[in-house]
Structures are given as structure tokens and as C-alpha cells.
């Protein structure tokens, strides 16, 4: 199974910060990494695929970058809604699978 | 518009078998291309992928729970049903179904229910 390792495990920023989440792929995936958000009771939201791909409707702020075993989220200009729980996933091979995530919390 | 709803118990015992049902709309799962997956979260964890069952009837599993998951389509009904055998207490999570984006992302998943919190424990 490939694993996903997210870094930091949790992050406090600031409204108007600009942040990078990293994920590390334990084998080289391509660019086959999603980046989802979720909020406290919600079901995640898909944000970005295939590593650079912005999913409809997600704001501009977004971006992700990377390809074989190493990964980035960036969110330029934090806004309160931001403040979330972020995973990663890799979709190269079965059994698809996730990072642990990382908590991005209020300053 | 594509919508995703969880159905099942809310309480399973140990040893017993978990039926889940996902019902949706707004896509067909005869539909070159489309994909329905299943992924669970226990409570303040991870999220962990168990299952995915393509248009074509292809059936994705994870290793590790491979021998106790079958998934299921009925296109009629608009449903996928997701079933897990030999319950125990660390099966407690809230259980998603989700819709995949299709085209270049393989299997990543769009549109998610709003989730069932399912708890095992006698």
C-alpha cells in the first residue's frame, strides 16, 4: 500500500496568512493526489485534483503543485472559512489512500 | 444536481453485518465512466477508503478489509449498497459514499453524502 504522510500535523495562521500543506507519497504516484477539506461534522470537499487542477467553484486561493512523491496545498490570503481540517489522497493505485491530515487552526 | 444519501443502522452489534445504502441522484450508474466509492472516519481520525463499483460493474477493495466488504449496484434504484461482515467495536466511524469526478482523476471523489455515524458495541 502507498502511504501518505501529511506535514504539519497541525498549523495556526493567521487571516490573510498564506499557508503550504505538504503530503509525501511513500512511492511515486505522478500527479494522481487530491486535496480535500473538511469542517467539524461535515463531509469533505473536494478542492483540487490530479495535484494542480482546481475543482469547480473553489476559490482562486487555492492552488496545489507537485508530482511523483512530493506534494503541496497552498491557500494565498487565509479567510475565516479556511480554517479546516485538510487531507490528502492518492488515487494511482488501489487501496486508495489518504493522509493522517492537518488541522489549520486560528492564531 | 448530484446528491448522495447514507442509509443503515445506527447501532450494529459485534459479529454482526452491516448493510449500508447509499441512494442518489442526478448521475446514472450505467453511465460510461461513473464511479460510486465508500470511505469511512472514525470519530476525530483519518478518512480510510473500503470500496469503490464502477458503471461497468468493476469492484475496487481495500487490502485490509477485502474479505469482509461487498459492494453492490442496483441502477434501477438508483443505489449502491455496501456490506461488511464480523462487526467489532473498531469499525465505529461515520460512513460516507461518494461520487467520483471521473475523466483524468481516476478515482477521485467530487460529490459526498452527508455521512451515517454507524457505532458498533453490544
Known amino acids: 500500500d502507498i502511504q501518505m504522510t501529511q506535514s504539519p500535523s497541525s498549523l495556526s495562521a493567521s487571516v490573510g496568512d498564506r499557508v503550504t500543506i505538504t503530503c509525501r507519497a511513500s512511492q511515486r504516484i505522478a500527479t494522481y493526489l487530491n486535496w480535500y477539506q473538511q469542517k467539524p461534522g461535515k463531509a469533505p470537499d473536494l478542492l483540487i485534483y490530479t495535484a494542480s487542477s482546481l475543482q469547480r467553484g473553489v476559490p482562486s486561493r487555492f492552488s496545489g503543485s507537485g508530482s511523483g512523491t512530493d506534494f503541496t496545498l497552498t491557500i494565498s490570503g487565509l479567510q475565516p472559512e479556511d480554517f479546516a481540517t485538510y487531507f490528502c489522497q492518492q488515487t494511482y493505485s488501489t487501496p486508495i489512500t489518504f493522509g493522517q491530515g492537518t488541522r489549520l487552526e486560528i492564531k | 444536481q448530484i446528491t448522495l444519501k447514507e442509509s443503515g443502522p445506527t447501532l450494529v452489534r459485534p459479529t454482526q453485518t452491516l448493510t449500508l445504502t447509499c441512494t442518489f441522484s442526478g448521475f446514472s450508474l450505467s453511465t460510461t465512466g461513473v464511479g460510486v466509492g465508500w470511505i469511512r472516519q472514525p470519530p476525530g481520525k483519518a478518512l480510510e477508503w473500503l470500496a469503490l463499483?464502477?458503471?461497468?460493474?468493476?469492484?475496487l477493495y481495500t487490502t485490509s478489509l477485502k474479505n469482509r466488504l461487498t459492494v453492490t449496484k442496483d441502477t434501477s434504484k438508483n443505489q449502491v449498497v455496501l456490506t461488511m461482515t464480523n462487526m467489532d467495536p473498531v469499525d465505529t466511524a461515520t460512513y460516507y459514499c461518494a461520487h467520483t469526478l471521473g475523466g483524468t482523476s481516476r478515482h477521485a471523489f467530487d460529490i459526498w453524502g452527508q455521512g451515517t455515524m454507524v457505532t458498533v458495541s453490544s
Open positions: 463499483i464502477y458503471w461497468d460493474d468493476d469492484e
